[in-house]
């Protein structure tokens, strides 16, 4: 049983090893195809716009919110946008795989080291939304939690 265990274990890392060197080692991330543009982790507080978090206005209709996701919380640590105006949410990790979910919906973006995400929202009523990660990533996961103020 212990050569069998032995045996599946190989063959099991052979697979995944294949399908890493296949299709480039993102795959085993499930990151989409695509549309991301990459940042130095180590630098990210100073690269634009990663230098200043936060809330800026593009142009009449579109704001962009720039986010830095690491372990304990987001920076910036609260935001405000309008409703009704495309929002724009740039967003990168410093150290592991994080997320920023904002509850009730439809954005669930992935924080990947290295990395920069985009994702375009309109919120339709003003109020509170709750942001949570939702991605497990160590001790300071539960602590990952912020809220977008839509006015
Ligand atoms: Cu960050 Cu879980």
């Known amino acids: 049983w212990l050569i069998f265990g032995i045996l599946s274990l190989a063959v099991f890392l052979s697979i995944v090893g ?3 060197f296949a299709h480039g080692n993102e795959s085993v991330l499930c990151l989409p195809a695509g549309g991301m543009d990459t940042i130095d982790p180590e630098k990210v507080s ?4 990663f230098d200043k978090p936060g809330v800026r206005q593009i142009d009449e209709d579109r704001y962009e919110v720039v986010v830095v996701a ?6 910036p640590p609260d935001i405000k946008v309008p409703v009704g105006k495309e929002i724009i949410f740039t967003l990168t990790s410093t150290d592991v795989v994080h997320s920023f979910t904002i509850d009730n919906t439809k954005v669930n973006m992935m924080a990947v080291p290295g990395r920069i995400t985009h994702k375009s929202y309109i919120f339709d009523k003003p109020g509170k939304y709750l942001v949570l990660c939702n991605e497990y990533c160590g001790s300071g996961h539960h602590y990952m939690s912020t809220e977008i103020e839509v006015y």
Not at 46 to 49: F, G, H, N, T
Not at 70 to 75: L, T
Request: no cysteine.
């Open 70 to 75: 690491q372990a304990f919380g987001y920076d």
């Open 46 to 49: 100073e690269q634009a716009p």
């Open 18 to 20: 294949f399908t890493a």
